[in-house]
C-alpha cells in the first residue's frame, strides 16, 4: 500500500493492522509475484505521489520492509541474477513515458491556433511590405529633393509618414497578438519539463519553490534521476564487456600468431 495510507491505518488501527499485516506478508519470499520489485530496489511509485494530482492509488503488491532488507543485503551478482532491477527501470520508464505524453499534450494545448498563426502570418506580412515601402518613399523624396521637386517630395513625405503610423501599429498588434495568443494568453503559462505542470512565468519566487519542493515534482524528478543512474550504468557496463569481448580477441590473434611463427 502507498506509504502514507499504510501508516494512516496503523495509526487507526494500531496492533491489529501490524498483525494483519504479518500475516499477509509472512509466506511471502523475494520471489514472490505479490512482492513490489520497484519497493525492493528503491520506491514504488505508487508511494512517491499520494495526496497529489497523480495520486496512482494503493499499490497492488506487497511491501514487505523484512524482504527490502533482505533483499538490500544481497550481494551485486545475486541482484543481478534475479533481475528486479530490470523490472523496476521498467517500472519507471512507464511513468516517466506517461509523465512525458502528458508534458507533450499539455506543450500542444499552449500553442497558437490556426486562426492566430493565420493573423500572425497577416501582420509579418504587412510590416515587412510597409517597410519596403517606407525605404522606398525615403529614396523617392531625396531624388525629388536633388531635383528641386520640392512640392512632389512633401507628398511623397506625407505618404512615408502614413505608412511609418501603420507600420508602427501592426507592430503593436503582433506584440498584442503574441501576448495572449494560445490558452495560456495573459498568464503566460509554460509547462514544467519535469512533471507536466502548468508554471507562471509571472509567479513569484515563494509560488515557483512551492512548485519545485512540491511533492509530485519531487517525485518524478527522483524517478528521472534514478533511470537516468541506471541508464548510464547500463551503458558502462555494456561498454565493459566490450572491452573484455576485444582484450580476448586480442588475446586469441596473439597466441594464433605465436602458432604461425613457431610452425615456420
Do not use: W
Request: hydrophobic residues 35%; charged residues 30%; negative net charge.
Amino acid at each position: 500500500m502507498a506509504a502514507e495510507q499504510r501508516r494512516l491505518l496503523e495509526q487507526l488501527m494500531g496492533d491489529q493492522f501490524a498483525n494483519l499485516n504479518t500475516s499477509k506478508t509472512a509466506d511471502l519470499t523475494l520471489s514472490s509475484p505479490q512482492s513490489c520489485r520497484s519497493y525492493l530496489c528503491g520506491t514504488c511509485p505508487h508511494d512517491l505521489f499520494t495526496n497529489t494530482k497523480q495520486d496512482l492509488g494503493p499499490c497492488p503488491k506487497f511491501h514487505a520492509e523484512n524482504l527490502k532488507v533482505e533483499y538490500d543485503a544481497l550481494s551485486k551478482s545475486e541482484k543481478e541474477n534475479m533481475g528486479f532491477e530490470f523490472d523496476y527501470s521498467r517500472d519507471m520508464q512507464r511513468h516517466i513515458g506517461q509523465c512525458d505524453g502528458r508534458i507533450d499534450a499539455a506543450q500542444r494545448r499552449l500553442e497558437k491556433t490556426p486562426d492566430e498563426i493565420r493573423r500572425t502570418g497577416v501582420l509579418l506580412r504587412t510590416i515587412s511590405d510597409l517597410s519596403r515601402t517606407i525605404e522606398a518613399g525615403l529614396l523617392e523624396i531625396r531624388v525629388l529633393g536633388e531635383n528641386g521637386s520640392v512640392n512632389l517630395a512633401a507628398s511623397e513625405f506625407f505618404k512615408v509618414r502614413t505608412a511609418r503610423a501603420a507600420k508602427e501599429q501592426a507592430e503593436i498588434d503582433l506584440k498584442a497578438l503574441s501576448d495572449t495568443s494560445g490558452p495560456s494568453g495573459h498568464q503566460k503559462l509554460q509547462v514544467c519539463d519535469v512533471c507536466g505542470a502548468y508554471l507562471s512565468r509571472l509567479d513569484n519566487d515563494r509560488r515557483l519553490a512551492d512548485h519545485f519542493y512540491g511533492k509530485m515534482h519531487l517525485g518524478y524528478a527522483q524517478m528521472r534521476r534514478t533511470l537516468h543512474k541506471d541508464n548510464l550504468m547500463s551503458l558502462v557496463r555494456e561498454m565493459m564487456i566490450g572491452e573484455e569481448e576485444m582484450e580476448g580477441i586480442a588475446v586469441e590473434v596473439a597466441e594464433e600468431a605465436e602458432e604461425e611463427e613457431d610452425g615456420d
